[in-house]
């Protein structure tokens, strides 16, 4: 359990820092650009781009954070087994970046509410297609 939440704290302040950085170098507009992307209004800018890039840190933190796992296992691990472990970690590490996401929302962004929960829905959806994926590769029985 000690390394289920040791990973879900790094991917989760990784995540948060990955924000703070956009921040840092300007990129407030990123869901606009988005947004303008999806509807082919104009190609994806730097903004977009920089937060799409996001997506590695949980990606690679679950993938070796549910190897670990399976290493301490003994090496075996079942798709529920990955699964629960995936969603733990997965758990924690959204519960720091939605904080540090509210946070940045509210004091930087200045953005509606409704656009906030758009995107933690979206966070959920893609942490539970990111578990699901990581643990079908991991898993070995």
């Not at 296992?73 to 733990?88: C, D, M, N, P």
């Not at 409704?114 to 829905?121: C, D, L």
């Not at 979206?122 to 070995?140: D, H, P, R």
């Amino acid at each position: 359990m000690k390394h289920i939440l040791l990973t879900g704290c790094i991917i989760g302040l990784l995540s948060g820092l990955w924000l703070l950085l956009l921040y840092l170098m300007g990129y407030l507009t990123f869901l606009t650009d988005l947004v303008s992307w999806f509807t082919l209004a104009k190609p994806p800018g730097p903004a977009l781009l920089l937060a799409v890039a996001v997506l590695w840190i949980p990606a690679a933190g679950l993938y070796f954070g549910l190897r670990n796992y399976k290493r301490i296992q003994g090496g075996k691990i079942t798709f529920r087994a990955a699964l629960a472990a995936g969603s733990r970690i997965a758990l924690v590490a959204g519960l720091l970046a939605l904080v540090s996401a509210l946070i940045y929302w509210k004091t930087a962004a200045h953005g509606a509410m409704s656009e906030f929960a758009g995107m933690v829905i979206a966070g959920l959806v893609i942490g539970l297609l990111l578990v699901v994926i990581t643990a079908l590769v991991l898993k070995n029985e």
